[in-house]
């Protein structure tokens, strides 16, 4: 079975300024897909960001980047330039590539981070 | 384009009523998931249908609980009867197979508003 773990329960960060998300899993699979998901205070699950763990390129989405390490199975977000708009739960989220047989296509998820953006 | 639709927002009921949770995926979509989300436990899969066929529903709490997809557009979650330890929220989800090929296949999942459920 596979485990995300968000080990920062809340954080803050001033409006402009850069903040980086921690995430790391435990899987035995070699191919998989990792997400970022936001979830503001309306409760809408906003997918942000993807990654395919057989690419070496760090997914990269306007303001939104992660830094992943496979090896170390460490799946961090980087917001730049926050915005008072990103204010919200954000939630990694682990994915078995859908070749791997059973259990492909559920999502597994990190306890959440709450993320803060002071004025 | 429409997004996930789910229905009620917000339901309120008594322990031991029946509560029914609906949901409509995107359009074209082939997979349907359900989960829940509370303070403790987080977010868990339910279940989830492929082609209105139920794949996996191990993480369905208990017999108390039941869904059904009777056709592509259109599912339900029930629970009866309900206690006060099934108030959560309530997501559905909905997401397309992707191509084959790597790199243009997809596998996101949208997510309804949720059904935020409280039994008192």
């Known amino acids: 079975a596979q485990t995300v773990t968000q080990s920062q329960p809340e954080m803050s960060v001033q409006e402009a300024e850069t903040v980086t998300l921690s995430c790391t899993y435990d899987t035995s699979e070699s191919n998989y897909y990792l997400f970022w998901y936001k979830q503001p205070p309306s409760r809408q699950m906003i997918l942000v960001i993807r990654?395919?763990?057989?690419?070496?390129q760090n997914a990269t989405e306007n303001r939104f980047s992660v830094n992943f390490q496979k090896a170390a199975k460490s799946f961090s977000l980087k917001i730049s330039d926050s915005q008072l708009g990103d204010t919200a739960m954000y939630f990694c989220?682990?994915?078995?590539?859908?070749?791997?047989?059973?259990?492909?296509?559920?999502?597994?998820f990190g306890k959440g981070t709450k993320l803060s953006v002071i004025p | 384009d429409a997004g996930v639709i789910q229905s009620p927002r917000h339901e309120v009921t008594e322990m031991g009523q029946e509560v029914t949770l609906r949901c409509k995926p995107i359009?074209?979509?082939?997979?349907l998931f359900w989960y829940r989300q509370t303070m403790m436990r987080g977010l868990e899969l339910l279940i989830y249908f492929n082609n209105n066929v139920p794949i996996d529903d191990s993480g369905m709490p208990e017999d108390r609980f039941s869904a059904k997809m009777p056709n592509a557009s259109f599912s339900t979650l029930k629970i009866q009867p309900s206690e006060p330890r099934d108030s959560a929220v309530y997501f559905c989800?909905?997401?397309?197979?992707?191509?084959?090929?790597?790199?243009?296949?997809?596998?996101?999942?949208?997510f309804g508003p949720g059904t935020r459920l409280t039994v008192t």
């Open positions: 989220a682990f994915m078995k590539h859908p070749a791997s047989g059973a259990g492909s296509y559920q999502l597994t």
């Open positions: 989800a909905s997401s397309l197979e992707g191509a084959v090929t790597p790199g243009l296949a997809i596998y996101e999942q949208y």
């Open positions: 990654q395919e763990a057989y690419k070496q």
């Open positions: 359009s074209g979509h082939d997979y």
